[in-house]
């Protein structure tokens, strides 16, 4: 066999380089007896690598490894990789996730960021049916903006999935100062439910990641931040509707939902019935 016939083929399924994820991925076939290629190295960027056929060699950061058909080993970012076959050909499908999403993901999981272990691992069910999901989507797509933000999520929950299988949370109670913070965003929702309050802008405030701070917010108020300020919103607008004659859409925009059908929804739901009728009563 010559040593062109030898060289891995390498077929791109999706690039979201412009992305908030920015993640490559791959199908790499390995032909019988490939040597193994020069090593390469991605400063920024982890590879997950899934066997899906056959038995793939390879070597990280010089550790030897093979992987079989539903093993999957991880390259972290910066190290020098290779990989090869000794005997029947293999097919691995190659994942580049930036390590800037996966320490978001991390600090969402509340895990202590560290590098990923050495060795060859077995796949767990949700992370195959993640990757499975993405290769599906990749072949079947329209290539819009609804299919970047599903990849998008599947390259996300991907890496969750990777998380939860190497590490464990870390479980501090909360902080003094993030209980008072807790209390004063929500004393400011009920003074001001019509302001637009956004998760991410709610936990900044705290110092908490987004997972933090629902779990905090939850335990001090029973409920979830979103659900509380609907109360509060309702609230509101039942007390406008008793004591003023603003119309129905008036009070909708003014207690800060953003319709007026969506202000009688979540009213009707509240108090079984629409605000008009409620008014009239």
Request: proline letters at 9%; one cysteine or more; charged letters at 20%.
């Given at each position: 066999?010559?040593?062109?016939?030898?060289?891995?083929?390498?077929?791109?399924?999706?690039?979201?380089?412009?992305?908030?994820?920015?993640?490559?991925?791959?199908?790499?076939?390995?032909?019988?007896?490939?040597?193994?290629?020069?090593?390469?190295?991605?400063?920024?960027?982890?590879?997950?690598?899934?066997?899906?056929?056959?038995?793939?060699?390879?070597?990280?950061?010089?550790?030897?490894?093979?992987?079989?058909?539903?093993?999957?080993?991880?390259?972290?970012?910066?190290?020098?990789?290779?990989?090869?076959?000794?005997?029947?050909?293999?097919?691995?499908?190659?994942?580049?996730?930036?390590?800037?999403?996966?320490?978001?993901?991390?600090?969402?999981?509340?895990?202590?960021?560290?590098?990923?272990?050495?060795?060859?691992?077995?796949?767990?069910?949700?992370?195959?049916?993640?990757?499975?999901t993405l290769k599906h989507e990749m072949a079947n797509a329209s290539f819009d903006r609804a299919h970047e933000l599903l990849v998008e999520s599947l390259v996300s929950a991907i890496g969750v999935a990777l998380l939860r299988s190497h590490f464990q949370p870390r479980a501090p109670g909360p902080t003094a100062t993030g209980s008072t913070q807790v209390a004063e965003i929500a004393d400011r929702m009920r003074a001001e439910p019509c302001a637009p309050y956004t998760l991410e802008m709610l936990s900044r405030c705290t110092g908490m990641s987004r997972f933090q701070f629902l779990r905090e917010f939850k335990r001090q108020l029973g409920t979830p931040p979103h659900a509380f300020l609907t109360a509060q919103r309702l609230e509101k607008g039942s007390r406008l509707l008793r004591e003023t004659d603003l119309s129905v859409t008036a009070i909708a925009f003014e207690v800060g939902f953003g319709s007026v059908g969506r202000f009688t929804e979540a009213f009707k739901r509240r108090h079984g019935a629409t605000p008009t009728v409620w008014r009239s009563r």
């Open positions: 066999m010559s040593s062109s016939a030898a060289r891995p083929t390498s077929r791109p399924l999706v690039t979201l380089a412009a992305s908030g994820v920015s993640a490559d991925a791959r199908q790499v076939i390995y032909p019988k007896w490939s040597p193994p290629p020069a090593e390469e190295q991605h400063d920024h960027e982890l590879a997950l690598c899934l066997a899906e056929r056959g038995v793939a060699h390879g070597r990280v950061d010089g550790r030897q490894s093979a992987a079989r058909r539903g093993q999957y080993s991880i390259v972290p970012a910066g190290a020098p990789h290779t990989n090869w076959t000794e005997a029947d050909p293999a097919q691995v499908f190659v994942l580049h996730i930036r390590a800037s999403l996966l320490a978001q993901l991390a600090d969402e999981l509340e895990i202590q960021a560290r590098p990923f272990p050495p060795g060859v691992f077995e796949t767990s069910e949700l992370l195959l049916l993640a990757v499975s």
